[in-house]
């Protein structure tokens, strides 16, 4: 028995130290480069520009289609037990278009304007947590606010969108601090 337990703790002792021998050989995980961390808000503030829209105008539909991959997906805003409803770039500029459209929003205009995001990136994939106000061009008068969360992939030199998913709030789901401070 005392030679069972000896080899027990022997054998615990060498997986100890294995694990640890492992984990020093680990490469430390990397900041993103400031270059790449700007190129990717640069696309991120590419595409807030691109929705705002002056009274009577419209949306820069040219550029926020250069802006996605091939298949993006964007998953309209749902409230807490609704089925979520992802649909392709098309679905969404026809929705988008008919809500700049509308009487209150053609008139009106609208601008977005990024109140703070939080980027992170791993090798050609980023996710972005960019926290938003959209408000009447001429008046200041804000329309909505919320959070909009974005896959980006690293395509052929450029950062484009993959996912788009907006939670607008609401007295019951106030924008969190976190993402209000820079």
């Given amino acids: 028995m005392k030679l069972h337990r000896t080899l027990l703790l022997a054998l615990i002792s060498a997986l100890a130290a294995l694990m640890s021998s492992c984990a020093a050989l680990a490469p430390a995980p990397q900041a993103p480069n400031q270059r790449e961390l700007r190129a990717i ?44 409803r992802a649909v392709g770039v098309e679905p969404f500029f026809a929705d988008f278009r008919a809500f700049a459209a509308s009487d209150s929003v053609r008139d009106t205009g609208l601008h977005e304007l990024i109140l703070c995001s939080r980027v992170e990136l791993y090798g050609v994939i980023a996710h972005a947590f960019v926290a938003f106000e959209g408000f009447e061009p001429r008046t200041g008068k804000l329309r909505t606010r919320g959070l909009d969360s974005i896959q980006l992939l690293l395509d052929r030199g450029r950062w484009r969108v993959a996912s788009f998913t907006t939670q607008y709030a609401s007295s019951d789901a106030p924008l969190p601090e976190r993402f209000l401070v820079e």
């Fill in 41 to 84: 808000e640069a696309s991120i503030e590419a595409l807030y520009r691109a929705f705002c829209f002056d009274p009577g105008g419209e949306p820069d539909w040219a550029a926020m289609r250069e802006l996605f991959v091939d298949g993006a997906a964007f998953v309209a805003p749902f409230r807490p037990g609704e089925t979520p």
